[in-house]
């Protein structure tokens, strides 16, 4: 049933709410898109996936929005909006660092892992130049027929029968407006009443219910950040190190440097403009200091304690003030009821490692806008399912995060564990772009990152738990050798594996495998014959 048109305002213009509002707006809703700055805007979460781009397609066909379409992959973005600032992202690369040593790495790998995320640039991901983007998305909207006020920022909801009233500000004068529906795409700063922000800020996941078993609690991090330019490249500096055989350009990605203190990332887009941040532990002992500290005395502190990456940023000039987070994680206690909903971001967040975010926003937005299409009991039965989704996605991500935290500092554990991760992601995109829809819904009842795969939970949760307690061994007795921990992780995620991870032949180096990819049709339930017809699919949507 199509909905009768009430006023949906959505708060907050980042990606997220622009695309909700553009999707809505296309079915004949009223909708109305509030931002308490202006386009265009500083803002980090940039870094994009093959399951978002997925989503991007599946969205811009719906709605038939073409610009997300081109936005999906990298050489339809660079033909398509070459004027939208964005970066190749081929994969994933980490690199394990020791304090006051410089990086060294030998041909074993022994401190080095690439798990490429696309086979060629065409089809690659981006990072995404957010204040581009996010301008982009928004002049579309406007020129589509959504209304947009910026400069304003929602400072209250308040409840008016079914409906709501917004009390707002909009520079410096106040302004009232009346909705029906009030979705909160604020990326978390809190103005929905209390019976929808409960325990706001509180990190509520309960420690014993992550993987790693009990007493493992969820990351717990702060952030220093900037964009800088004049950033020289990783391996030219790290002179001594092995860069051998790299499947992909190996900086053209989302690369990762472990310390001590948390972790770094760097993600370079193509204007030679480089976002990079310090993700600080907040259980290491210096941390204070250094979240405490003004924030560019911070930044130079931590990259005196990494002589390669003090090397690489050395002639490197922040194109603005850097930002300092006390603490990135939250999330709320639900995220959607009778007349309003949380977009994942402002429902929670816990970290940047594998770059979860923008997919599962997206992810949010295909289900809101199919939800909000409908009225009456359907609407408010897919509401209810919109936040049962969210809390199993949320458990989900921080299981999956949370290990890579713990074994930050023992690269084999560490690389094993990400290949928990690389599994969820490689067989649900693929299974995603090769598969026929499981129901009516289309992809929308899918958890995100296999969230309600049975298959992959339990290798998920015997991985972290086996893991452990190898880890712990090797602590104690000295015996797990390193490739041990890739064996055991490759075993427990046999039927998952399409990609063929964990495979100590494979020296950390994952290039995307397609001729091993045609041999495991049986995994997604699809005949060998079926599997070669529909490879082309791969390349994305038509
Ligand atoms: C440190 C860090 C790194 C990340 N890295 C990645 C990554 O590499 N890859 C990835 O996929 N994800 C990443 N993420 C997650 C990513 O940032 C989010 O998924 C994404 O930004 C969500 O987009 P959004 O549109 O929902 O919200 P946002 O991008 O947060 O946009 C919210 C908008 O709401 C506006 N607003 C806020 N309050 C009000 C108000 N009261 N009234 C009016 N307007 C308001 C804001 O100005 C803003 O424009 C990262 C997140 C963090 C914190």
């Not at 940023?313 to 709320?332: D, G, Y």
């Amino acid at each position: 049933m199509r909905s009768k048109v009430t006023t949906i305002v959505i708060v907050g213009s980042g990606f997220a709410g622009t695309i909700l509002a553009r999707a809505l707006n296309a079915r004949g809703q009223r909708v109305v898109l509030i931002e308490r700055h202006t386009h265009p805007r500083f803002a980090i979460g940039e870094s994009s996936t093959p399951l978002a781009s997925i989503c991007l397609e599946r969205i811009a066909i719906e709605y038939d929005l073409p610009d997300l379409f081109a936005l999906a992959t990298y050489d339809r973005w660079n033909r398509e909006l070459p004027g939208v600032g964005h970066g190749l992202k081929r994969g994933f690369s980490f690199y394990q660092h020791r304090p006051n040593h410089a990086f060294a790495n030998s041909h074993r790998n022994e401190a080095r892992l690439l798990v490429s995320a696309s086979p060629d640039n065409e089809i690659a991901d981006s990072h995404w130049l957010r204040s581009d983007v996010d301008q982009h998305l928004v002049r579309q909207a406007t020129s589509e027929g959504v209304e947009f006020i910026d400069n304003c920022e929602v400072e209250r909801a308040e409840r008016r029968g079914n409906g709501w009233v917004l009390q707002m500000n909009r520079s410096g004068r106040p302004l009232q407006l009346d909705a029906d529906f009030v979705v909160d795409a604020t990326g978390g700063v809190p103005f929905l009443p209390a019976d929808a922000k409960s325990e706001f800020n509180e990190f509520t996941i309960r420690p014993a219910d992550s993987p790693g078993g009990k007493g493992v609690a969820p990351p717990d991090t702060g952030l220093i950040f900037g964009h800088f330019q004049g950033v020289k490249s990783f391996s030219d500096v790290a002179d001594e190190a092995s860069f051998l055989n790299p499947p992909y350009p190996e900086e053209r990605a989302a690369v990762h440097h472990l310390l001590e203190e948390g972790w770094m990332y760097v993600l370079s887009f193509d204007n030679d403009l480089v976002s990079a941040g310090f993700v600080i532990d907040r259980t290491h002992s210096d941390s204070h200091h250094f979240l405490n500290a003004p924030p560019d005395e911070a930044w130079q502190a931590l990259l005196s304690r990494y002589p390669t990456i003090e090397r690489q940023f050395a002639a490197s000039e922040p194109t603005r003030k850097l930002t300092s987070v006390p603490r990135i994680q939250r999330r709320r206690v639900s995220g959607a009821g009778s007349g309003w909903a949380l977009l994942p971001h402002t429902f929670s967040f816990v970290s940047p490692m594998f770059s979860t975010g923008i997919a599962w926003s997206l992810i949010g937005v295909e289900r809101l806008a199919g939800a909000l299409s409908n009225d009456g009991n359907r609407r408010l039965w897919q509401l209810n399912e919109y936040d049962q989704m969210l809390q199993i996605e949320a458990d989900h991500i921080t299981s999956l995060v949370t290990p890579a935290y713990q074994f930050r500092q023992d690269f084999d554990a560490f690389v094993a564990w990400t290949q928990v991760y690389f599994a969820a992601a490689s067989y649900h995109e693929v299974w995603q772009r090769l598969s026929d829809p499981p129901s009516e819904d289309g992809w929308r009842s899918v958890g995100f990152l296999g969230a309600c795969d049975p298959i992959l939970q339990r290798a998920k949760m015997e991985a972290a738990d086996q893991l452990k307690t190898a880890y712990m061994d090797r602590d104690i007795k000295k015996t797990t050798r390193g490739l041990d921990f890739e064996n055991l992780v490759g075993q427990l995620i046999t039927d998952r594996n399409l990609a063929g991870l964990a495979n100590p032949a494979r020296n950390r180096m994952y290039p995307v495998d397609l001729p091993l990819l045609l041999r495991h049709g049986d995994m997604l339930g699809l005949s060998d014959e079926e599997l070669r017809v529909r490879l082309p699919r791969i390349r994305g949507l038509s």
